[in-house]
């Protein structure tokens, strides 16, 4: 990993080099350090696009070499929620089947009930959304995650839907 | 799965899906302040047969719930059905139609009720102002406007061809595409007094007036249905828009549906359709105070059988507000005592002012005492609630 990673700011180093060629030296600094910082946004990304998601607006990030996949709801689903008050999370240790109930997101305008997009047991939950539920809110496939799953079949992720096919799902 | 059941309550609550709502677009009618609502970057749901703001630009619920109760909001209620009725007997016949006490009413009074049907249910609850004794502003619930208007219709024909009607006949007129704003809230009051010569200090909860507002001559009835200080404004069509503009600037901004269901079960006010219907009586509602004190024994009232029946003996279930534990119970939640179900929540929310779940509900009569402790089941889960008085909040009403 660590030479990728290297590889990843090697390579960026010379794009940014190039680019020094082309612009004046006083812009390229900052320009050269934000491409670092970008490659390597890229370079966490190749994680990132592991993310899949289901119809229903639920999230699942999943790193292959924990086999645990984040679960968390949608930037789409949390605007259409509005300010969420209050989030139920299952217990730890729970072993949930795909598509089972896990928990529920409430706003003040409606509960949203949260089914798992993955079979497995439950290593741990976000207790920080007890006190601050508005997480989900502000940062709902980060900061705002609800629980993570240790897979016991991952290939059910195949079944569910990329980024973009998510999001075609409810813009038509 | 998650299930973004925001459009499910829609749905429910609001009678139509975002998918059938996009088909039915062209059914749903409009009140005047549409177009306004569009340039104020309202997201219009569709609500009692219209297309209605349910909230305004990025403004969340909370935050303009919260708006309300400490500054001032403005909504727009044109959707609700205003009518007037007159002629010399038109005291006896809303008397007829409702167990309020209308004669004892004093001119420019408004006070709530609610129509009865034959069997006591419930066909609508509605605010009532008197003008005098031959002249009444009543305004009813939009979802209800096809069931009112027939029933009023129905009940117009047959007191019109009575003896009752021998000193006279009532009319009803509706007023159709008029205008009605509800200015709610602490600064409510002041916004409106900076526009206006009259006294508002006069206008107390309750009592209505023709007001000068910036040129225009505007029915004003002090209340609303948010627990707030507060108004409701009637305008003619023509003038609907230009008022709108002329109450929503600052400190005043512009309330959806959202933040209106979430104020009004706060101040323990019931939705018709949610905690009110036709198999309800105003005794088992909670309402028994609408019922007039000269009207309870003798009053000859639609449905006066079944009310005076449940104010005797008990009525078989009650309205109540309870405060519950963890998740927030929604509309159709089962009530537990032990293992016995006892009734149903009817509205409950995550109270944005208390910071409470709180909800309204029927419950068995005898469990109806405040401080009872119950369950309701929310996703298979039972959690503690208890019978709370109402409202929630401590209303805000101007009364001199």
């Known amino acids: 990993m660590q030479s990728i990673l290297r590889r990843t700011l090697a390579s960026s180093n010379s794009l940014s080099r190039c680019r020094v060629n082309i612009t004046s030296r006083a812009v390229s600094r900052p320009f050269a350090f934000r491409t670092i910082v970008k490659s390597s946004y890229v370079f966490l990304t190749l994680h990132e696009t592991a993310k899949k998601y289901t119809v229903e607006h639920e999230c699942v990030a999943f790193d292959d070499s924990t086999g645990l996949g984040v679960i968390s709801i949608t930037d789409h689903a949390q605007s259409s929620l509005g300010d969420v008050v209050f989030v139920e999370l299952p217990q730890v240790g729970t072993e949930v089947a795909q598509h089972d109930q896990i928990g529920a997101v409430e706003s003040v305008k409606a509960a949203s009930d949260i089914y798992a997009p993955v079979s497995g047991m439950v290593e741990e939950i976000n207790d920080t959304l007890a006190d601050q539920p508005g997480l989900l809110n502000k940062s709902p496939e980060e900061k705002g995650w609800l629980c993570k799953i240790k897979l016991s079949d991952p290939s059910e992720l195949e079944k569910l839907m990329n980024e973009e096919e998510y999001k075609a799902s409810y813009e038509h | ?400």
């Not at chain 2, 206006?196 to 225009?216: R, Y």
């Not at chain 2, 309800?280 to 005076?308: H, M, N, Y």
């Not at chain 2, 109806?368 to 889960?381: A, D, P, S």
């Open chain 2, 1 to 400: 799965m998650l299930l973004l059941r925001p459009t499910a309550i829609v749905q429910r609550t609001f009678k139509a899906s975002t998918r059938k709502f996009s088909t039915e677009t062209s059914q749903l009618r409009r009140t005047g302040l549409y177009d306004f609502h569009l340039e104020n970057k309202a997201k219009m749901v569709p609500f009692a047969g219209y297309s209605m703001p349910l909230s305004y630009g990025d403004v969340g619920q909370v935050a303009s719930h919260n708006h309300v109760r400490t500054d001032a909001g403005l909504f727009d209620v044109g959707h609700m059905v205003q009518s007037n009725f007159r002629g010399a007997t038109a005291t006896q016949f809303l008397e007829w139609l409702t167990p309020s006490s209308l004669s004892s009413l004093k001119p420019y009074s408004s006070i709530l009720s609610v129509i009865l049907n034959e069997k006591g249910g419930i066909i609508d609850d509605t605010i009532v102002t008197k003008h005098a004794e031959d002249a009444f502003y009543v305004v009813t619930n939009a979802g209800r406007k096809d069931r009112d208007l027939a029933w009023f219709q129905e009940k117009l024909e047959q007191w019109n061809t009575s003896e009752n009607a021998k000193d006279g006949s009532v009319e009803m007129e509706v007023l159709e595409n008029w205008g009605l704003l509800a200015l709610q809230g602490p600064r409510a009051a002041s916004y409106l007094q900076a526009l206006t010569s009259f006294d508002l200090q006069k206008l107390t909860f309750g009592t209505s007036a023709f007001v000068p507002l910036e040129g225009f001559n505007l029915h004003v009835a002090r209340g609303g249905y948010t627990g707030e200080d507060g108004f409701e404004i009637s305008i003619p069509p023509s003038e609907t828009v230009e008022v709108a503009k002329i109450l929503m600037k600052y400190p005043v901004q512009l309330t959806g549906l959202g933040a209106r269901d979430s104020l009004r079960l706060e101040a323990g006010m019931c939705l018709y359709g949610n905690d009110l219907d036709e198999d309800t009586s105003p005794v088992e509602a909670g309402l028994s105070w609408v019922i007039g004190k000269d009207r309870k024994e003798t009053g000859e009232f639609v449905g006066a059988e079944i009310v005076r029946e449940h104010l005797r003996s008990s009525p078989p279930r009650r309205r109540v507000g309870f405060v519950i534990d963890g998740a927030p119970a929604r509309q159709g939640a089962k009530i537990f005592s032990g293992d016995e179900s006892v009734g149903i929540i009817t509205s409950g929310i995550p109270s944005p002012t208390l910071n409470k779940n709180i909800a309204m509900g029927y419950v068995k009569n005898g469990l109806h005492k405040k401080g009872t402790e119950l369950e309701v089941e929310v996703r298979n889960r039972r959690r503690r609630a208890a019978v709370t008085s109402m409202p929630f909040i401590k209303p805000n009403y101007w009364r001199g």
